[in-house]
């Protein structure tokens, strides 16, 4: 049996940049407990000798020549869901 | 030849009916159906010239497509213009996509017509569409029950006869489940078979796009649209075939009922459901055997592993800079990420996001991915064995009928539970179709037709001959 902390949960929230409140924290600590338990059969799986499978489509490279295709896309409606824009570019907080 | 989409091209061409009054009906029936919840938008302006476009050709005497004037759902993880694409969750509301899904680009030059977009569960995390930002969906045949989900709207579009077809994506038994639970015919092509371009990704190595039907013989008709090779999707297979629509054929075939899923965990009366359909199997001339697929049982914790960290890296673009929703509370460029995504997306995409950067962070990645990626292997040998000795597989697409709307909010691990079917095929990539196969208790069952990889067609060929056998 594995068992997850509150603590576990805040890294594992900073990791995937998501701001949480106390309550979901907690849902999410008794949650996650659960889930990762239950993925836990996967441990007594005999693999030994087993290639892992990242893609189920068997494609080798391929290549093509380095040439720009036209997506048919303008800058101009690419840009317009961005909720801030300044010359062209996407605004963003500062930085630095 | 069952079709709903047929006799209205047929209509259409011959001027028997107009395209603009079809999708005229349409979208009344639509609006007479609010209840359901099953649109989160209209597309009907666009839908309507569109329309008018296919009769002015037709009134020229020029051609049109094989879908002409037929209208359709798209899940709201399609970008489509005409309206807003949401993937039903609230980070994404208001946004307008700059371009067009291949799919929808590819059912729009044969013709077909969308008239808005469905309902399904924010990002497609989900099995009933009870997680969708703007309030879930109702089962058409029972209003208390869920439609299953993710592409819960889509199923109800067909199953309420709004339109002939919907389009719909399954990562893990998004079209199967809610296809099954609504009572139409829902396909999960091969996967790489149909472009992902323009479609809002959840897991990239599972996701596959398929129709919403009435019929089997649809279902091919609208595959015949949509597969084949996409410059913009690098996933996929360089061949298809000609055509996915079934010949009539008298071959017997050796079909194999996996044994896993015919045990533990199968509701009484759907496992007879299916049992009644095994019977007209071998009446009408097939071999129908038990074969045990040992690995299947290990499927939903793969699934819960890989998904999750691939969602984790798909959703890791709504960060409330490019598109989508921004925090106004925030004041530093971090906090414009964690307080946009933190409002923005709701409980189930979080909970998925963070499993899988568990599962995905140092220290637990040999444990946890790379065991199931390799977990995966053994599972795929299993159905390639099976595939040596049977032509197709077959068994319940679900453990039983629909579930009530609330049953399973508060316990995720109880919802995951529900795709221990469906699954399995999707992480070996094959296809497999949902087929009606009767009811339980006034609520419709689905049982699932599994193919080895490519072999859609011959799938859709025993979907389509069942189809008959239980008339």
């Known amino acids: 049996m594995s068992s997850i902390s509150i603590d576990d949960v805040q890294k594992v929230a900073a990791l995937s940049g998501l701001a949480l409140s106390n309550d979901q924290q907690q849902t999410y600590t008794q949650q996650f407990e659960e889930i990762i338990n239950y993925i836990e059969q996967l441990k007594s799986v005999d693999t030994e000798g087993v290639e892992p499978t990242y893609q189920v489509i068997d494609l080798e490279n391929i290549t093509r020549d380095d040439e720009v295709i036209d997506y048919g896309v303008s800058p101009e409606a690419l840009l317009k869901n961005a909720p801030a824009t300044e010359a062209h570019q996407i605004k963003v907080e500062r930085v630095l | ?471």
């Open chain 2, 1 to 471: 030849m069952k079709s709903a989409i047929q006799p209205i091209v047929n209509d259409v061409q011959a001027g028997r009916r107009t395209a603009t009054q079809v999708v005229g009906e349409a979208l009344e029936k639509a609006a007479a159906s609010t209840e359901y919840n099953v649109f989160i938008s209209f597309t009907k302006e666009r839908a309507l010239k569109r329309a008018k476009q296919i009769d002015d050709r037709i009134a020229r005497g020029e051609a049109v497509g094989p879908l002409a004037g037929v209208p359709f759902a798209a899940k709201d993880n399609f970008l489509t213009f005409g309206g807003e694409t949401t993937a039903a969750s609230n980070i994404l509301k208001g946004f307008e996509a700059p371009y067009q899904a291949t799919v929808i680009e590819k059912l729009e030059a044969a013709g077909a017509i969308c008239i808005g977009k469905a309902n399904l569960d924010a990002f497609a995390h989900g099995s009933s569409t009870e997680n969708s930002d703007f309030g879930p969906t109702k089962d058409p045949h029972d209003s208390t029950h869920v439609p299953g989900g993710s592409s819960g709207g889509s199923a109800a579009a067909v199953a309420l006869d709004i339109v002939p077809f919907a389009i719909g994506t399954d990562t893990g038994g998004s079209i199967r489940l809610p296809a099954s639970y609504c009572g139409v015919v829902g396909l999960k092509p091969t996967f790489g078979l149909v472009s992902r371009y323009g479609v809002v990704a959840m897991a990239s190595s599972t996701d596959v796009v398929g129709p919403l039907t009435t019929s089997s013989y649809d279902a091919a008709l609208v595959l015949d649209v949509m597969a084949g090779k996409d410059e913009f999707d690098s996933m996929m297979y360089l061949k298809r075939e000609a055509s996915y629509v079934p010949e009539p054929t008298n071959e017997p075939l050796k079909i194999g009922v996996v044994k896993e899923y015919m045990g533990e965990g199968l509701e009484a009366q759907t496992k007879s459901r299916i049992e009644a359909q095994i019977e007209a199997l071998k009446k009408a001339g097939h071999t129908v055997e038990e074969v045990s697929l040992p690995s299947v049982k290990l499927a939903l914790a793969i699934y819960y592993v890989l998904v999750p960290a691939e969602v984790s890296s798909n959703l890791a673009r709504y960060d409330g800079i490019k598109y989508g929703h921004t925090s106004s509370e925030a004041h530093t460029l971090s906090e414009v990420y964690t307080k946009s995504r933190g409002e923005g997306l709701n409980d189930e995409n979080k909970r998925r996001i963070m499993i899988g950067n568990y599962v995905l962070s140092s220290g637990y990645y040999d444990a946890y991915y790379r065991k199931a990626q390799t977990a995966r292997t053994l599972l795929i040998n299993d159905f390639k064995r099976a595939f040596e000795q049977y032509d197709l597989l077959i068994g319940p697409t679900g453990p039983g009928p629909a579930f009530k709307l609330g049953e399973n909010v508060q316990d995720p691990l109880q919802m995951y539970l529900v795709d221990i079917m469906t699954v399995s095929v999707s992480l070996a990539g094959l296809p497999a179709v949902s087929i009606p196969a009767g009811k339980v208790s006034g609520l419709p069952v689905g049982l699932q037709v599994i193919g080895d990889r490519r072999a859609d067609k011959q799938v859709l060929a025993l979907a389509h001959q069942l189809e008959g056998l239980s008339k």
